[in-house]
């Protein structure tokens, strides 16, 4: 075949079921999460990470910049570690996370659960769980 | 309804995938590790007390720390790799090559992480 033909279809031929917008949300909250993730360490580091913190406690902040995990770090000014603004940026990042880790843990067991009603079981666990988890995440980070 | 799928386990395990099948096992595992980590992580600090310093303690392991650090660190990676070739499907012919890139990029940064983590346990 000389001519290349396009296999796939035009999204709006296709439609946007759940399916589709979950593989898409996946492919988006990681490009998020990375871009929360980067903020954090560079944040960090303006706030004097640099002589005050070792690799360990930079990375635990920039997984999670919540102020709980520069506890034991002894810092010249533990307040702004602690602020609305962190704050934010950890519950963004949490409330990603745990979406895109429901999700994936979902896609897990449909590979190995193959009965629409262990199906639908699944589904139901996983909404109890995201929201769940949500918040007492939210929780623990506005409550520390 | 159930799938049918007419598979063994034997020719299951058998089947040679290289080094794309190697990345999807090894993204299932990071990402598992790091959701059961991530929830218990969170229940801890929700509860405290013994509970959550018996966790607390597992986490301060040094080999606990180079899983974890695994984990995170592979799915990162993975992912990234990930989503730029869904997000741009033309470089889907460069998928082999994107995988040695994506092991060039990690092995030396988690030699670097394992480094430290053995040195800092070490004292």
Request: net charge positive.
């Amino acid at each position: 075949m000389a001519t290349t033909k396009p296999r796939t279809l035009s999204l709006s031929k296709r439609g946007l079921n759940f399916e589709m917008f979950m593989w898409l949300f996946t492919r988006l909250s990681a490009l998020g999460m990375y871009a929360l993730i980067l903020v954090a360490i560079i944040g960090a580091l303006v706030m004097g990470a640099r002589e005050q913190m070792n690799l360990a406690d930079v990375l635990r902040w920039g997984f999670m910049p919540n102020s709980g995990h520069v506890q034991s770090v002894p810092l010249d000014n533990a307040d702004a570690w602690a602020t609305p603004f962190w704050r934010l940026t950890a519950s963004a990042l949490l409330l990603l996370a745990v979406a895109h880790g429901v999700h994936g843990l979902v896609v897990i067991a449909d590979d190995y659960i193959d009965t629409a009603r262990g199906r639908l079981i699944v589904r139901w666990l996983s909404i109890a769980m995201m929201i769940s988890m949500s918040l007492i995440g939210l929780y623990v980070l506005w409550t520390s | 309804m159930s799938l049918n799928r007419n598979v063994s386990l034997a020719s299951g395990l058998r089947y040679r995938g290289q080094g794309p099948m190697l990345t999807f096992i090894l993204h299932r595992i990071g990402g598992l590790g790091m959701a059961v980590f991530v929830t218990m992580h969170i229940l801890a600090s929700f509860l405290g007390g013994d509970i959550g310093k018996f966790l607390n303690d597992v986490y301060r392991n040094w080999l606990f720390q180079i899983f974890i650090f695994f984990c995170a660190l592979f799915h990162a990676i993975n992912g990234l790799r990930i989503t730029i070739i869904d997000l741009l499907p033309k470089l889907l012919v460069h998928q082999r090559e994107a995988i040695w890139v994506e092991w060039a990029i990690f092995i030396p940064l988690f030699a670097i992480a394992v480094f430290v983590i053995i040195s800092t346990a070490g004292g």
